[in-house]
């Protein structure tokens, strides 16, 4: 679950399931999408003398993209792990958006 901190500001991840006032019986799981705009920068810089530079960038895609897919998997595993301990019955998601 995510914890606010003033200095560090909110964690990605998701809240725990709450009412959302005003409209009946809805429960809501407030979440925050990765950042994922710094990916591929560190591997850029361990690599960028070590190999040709179109098998490095092939190489460095496929690494983001990987990062990408991992932090994207965490939100929404922990959106899903609210959902399951919420005892509701339907959930309707949309797309998480990571660096947005």
Request: glycine content about 12%; charged content about 20%.
């Amino acid at each position: 679950n995510p914890k606010a901190n003033p200095k560090e500001g909110p964690k990605e991840g998701a809240a725990p399931v709450q009412p959302r006032e005003g409209e009946g019986r809805l429960y809501v799981v407030h979440s925050l999408a990765p950042d994922l705009r710094g990916l591929g920068t560190r591997q850029r810089k361990q690599g960028a003398k070590s190999k040709p530079p179109a098998q490095l960038a092939a190489q460095l895609a496929a690494q983001a993209r990987a990062d990408a897919v991992y932090a994207l998997g965490g939100c929404y595993a922990s959106i899903l792990s609210e959902f399951l301990e919420s005892g509701q019955h339907t959930l309707r998601l949309p797309p998480v958006s990571g660096g947005l």
